[in-house]
Protein backbone atom coordinates (compact mmCIF):
# COMPACT_ATOMS: atom_id res chain seq x y z
CA UNK A 1 0.00 0.00 0.00
CA UNK A 2 1.50 3.70 -1.25
CA UNK A 3 -1.20 5.40 1.05
CA UNK A 4 0.62 6.70 4.37
CA UNK A 5 -1.07 5.75 7.73
CA UNK A 6 -2.64 9.06 9.23
CA UNK A 7 0.39 8.44 12.21
CA UNK A 8 2.80 7.96 9.01
CA UNK A 9 1.15 10.87 7.55
CA UNK A 10 1.37 12.90 10.66
CA UNK A 11 5.23 12.85 11.30
CA UNK A 12 6.23 13.30 7.92
CA UNK A 13 4.25 16.55 7.78
CA UNK A 14 5.85 17.51 11.38
CA UNK A 15 9.27 17.22 9.69
CA UNK A 16 8.72 18.58 6.47
CA UNK A 17 6.76 21.78 8.37
CA UNK A 18 9.32 22.08 10.84
CA UNK A 19 12.20 21.99 9.00
CA UNK A 20 10.79 24.38 5.55
CA UNK A 21 10.31 26.66 8.33
CA UNK A 22 13.33 26.28 10.29
CA UNK A 23 15.62 26.77 7.13
CA UNK A 24 13.73 29.50 6.03
CA UNK A 25 14.05 31.25 9.60
CA UNK A 26 18.05 30.63 9.30
CA UNK A 27 18.85 30.98 5.93
CA UNK A 28 16.76 34.64 6.77
CA UNK A 29 18.66 35.40 9.67
CA UNK A 30 22.19 35.04 8.35
CA UNK A 31 21.30 37.22 5.35
CA UNK A 32 20.04 40.43 8.11
CA UNK A 33 22.69 39.76 10.09
CA UNK A 34 25.53 38.62 8.00
CA UNK A 35 24.88 39.16 4.53
CA UNK A 36 25.27 35.10 4.05
CA UNK A 37 22.87 32.84 2.76
CA UNK A 38 22.29 29.50 5.08
CA UNK A 39 23.85 27.95 1.65
CA UNK A 40 26.57 30.45 1.83
CA UNK A 41 27.30 29.55 5.42
CA UNK A 42 27.30 25.51 4.57
CA UNK A 43 29.60 25.73 2.05
CA UNK A 44 32.15 28.21 4.20
CA UNK A 45 32.18 25.72 7.30
CA UNK A 46 32.57 22.49 4.99
CA UNK A 47 35.73 24.25 3.37
CA UNK A 48 36.85 25.41 6.76
CA UNK A 49 37.05 22.01 7.75
CA UNK A 50 38.54 20.47 4.79
CA UNK A 51 42.30 19.95 4.43
CA UNK A 52 43.96 23.42 3.12
CA UNK A 53 40.41 24.77 2.89
CA UNK A 54 39.68 23.41 -0.39
CA UNK A 55 37.49 20.68 -1.98
CA UNK A 56 37.04 19.86 -4.94
CA UNK A 57 34.28 20.55 -6.90
CA UNK A 58 32.59 17.35 -7.00
CA UNK A 59 32.97 16.45 -3.40
CA UNK A 60 31.53 20.01 -2.42
CA UNK A 61 28.67 18.91 -5.07
CA UNK A 62 28.37 15.62 -2.92
CA UNK A 63 28.41 17.40 0.49
CA UNK A 64 26.01 19.77 -0.62
CA UNK A 65 23.53 17.05 -2.44
CA UNK A 66 24.06 19.58 -5.29
CA UNK A 67 24.34 19.09 -8.71
CA UNK A 68 27.36 19.90 -10.37
CA UNK A 69 25.80 22.90 -11.72
CA UNK A 70 24.31 24.20 -9.27
CA UNK A 71 27.33 23.89 -6.87
CA UNK A 72 29.78 25.69 -9.56
CA UNK A 73 26.88 28.49 -9.87
CA UNK A 74 27.01 28.72 -5.89
CA UNK A 75 30.72 29.12 -5.77
CA UNK A 76 30.78 31.42 -8.58
CA UNK A 77 28.80 33.78 -6.83
CA UNK A 78 30.69 33.37 -3.49
CA UNK A 79 33.90 34.01 -5.41
CA UNK A 80 32.59 37.33 -6.91
CA UNK A 81 31.71 37.89 -3.06
CA UNK A 82 35.57 37.45 -2.59
CA UNK A 83 34.27 34.23 0.05
CA UNK A 84 36.31 31.69 -2.23
CA UNK A 85 38.10 31.15 -5.20
CA UNK A 86 38.22 28.17 -7.60
CA UNK A 87 41.99 26.90 -8.60
CA UNK A 88 42.69 24.20 -10.80
CA UNK A 89 43.10 20.37 -9.84
CA UNK A 90 46.55 19.73 -9.39
CA UNK A 91 45.85 16.25 -10.41
CA UNK A 92 43.22 16.53 -12.96
CA UNK A 93 43.34 18.89 -15.56
CA UNK A 94 39.91 19.27 -15.77
CA UNK A 95 38.81 19.73 -12.60
CA UNK A 96 38.96 22.41 -9.95
CA UNK A 97 38.81 23.37 -6.24
CA UNK A 98 36.89 25.65 -4.18
CA UNK A 99 39.07 27.54 -1.53
CA UNK A 100 38.06 29.48 1.37
CA UNK A 101 39.79 33.17 1.08
CA UNK A 102 40.97 34.90 4.09
CA UNK A 103 37.74 37.28 3.45
CA UNK A 104 35.44 33.89 3.57
CA UNK A 105 37.26 32.92 6.88
CA UNK A 106 36.73 36.31 8.00
CA UNK A 107 33.00 36.24 7.58
CA UNK A 108 32.82 32.42 8.86
CA UNK A 109 34.38 33.48 12.02
CA UNK A 110 31.79 36.64 12.35
CA UNK A 111 28.47 34.53 11.25
CA UNK A 112 29.46 31.42 13.48
CA UNK A 113 29.06 32.91 17.21
CA UNK A 114 25.43 34.70 15.35
CA UNK A 115 24.50 31.72 13.39
CA UNK A 116 24.83 29.56 16.79
CA UNK A 117 23.05 31.62 18.81
CA UNK A 118 20.03 31.39 16.74
CA UNK A 119 20.09 27.47 16.09
CA UNK A 120 20.40 27.32 19.91
CA UNK A 121 16.83 29.61 20.40
CA UNK A 122 15.24 27.81 17.27
CA UNK A 123 16.41 24.22 17.60
CA UNK A 124 18.73 23.59 20.35
CA UNK A 125 17.06 24.69 23.90
CA UNK A 126 13.56 23.24 22.83
CA UNK A 127 15.15 19.95 23.07
CA UNK A 128 16.10 17.50 26.17
CA UNK A 129 18.78 15.81 26.25
CA UNK A 130 17.08 12.67 25.38
CA UNK A 131 15.18 14.43 22.44
CA UNK A 132 18.86 15.63 20.60
CA UNK A 133 20.09 11.90 21.06
CA UNK A 134 16.31 10.93 19.26
CA UNK A 135 17.36 13.81 16.36
CA UNK A 136 21.17 12.58 16.17
CA UNK A 137 19.96 8.81 15.92
CA UNK A 138 16.63 9.21 13.49
CA UNK A 139 18.32 12.07 11.10
CA UNK A 140 21.58 9.72 11.25
CA UNK A 141 20.05 6.44 10.10
CA UNK A 142 18.29 9.14 7.50
CA UNK A 143 21.13 10.61 6.40
CA UNK A 144 23.21 7.07 5.85
CA UNK A 145 20.49 5.31 4.05
CA UNK A 146 20.19 8.39 1.45
CA UNK A 147 23.37 8.69 1.22
Do not use: N
Not at 23 to 52: M, N
Not at 60 to 83: E, H, I, P, W
Request: proline share 3%; with cysteine; aromatic share 4%.
Amino acid sequence: MAELSRAEQTAWRAYIDSSLRLETRLDEDLRATCGLSLIDYHVLVLLSEAPQRRLRMRELADRLVFSRSRVTYQVDSMSKRGLVVREPAPDDARGSRAVLTATGLEALLGAAPKHAAVVRALFVDLLDDRDLADVTRIFGKLRDHLA
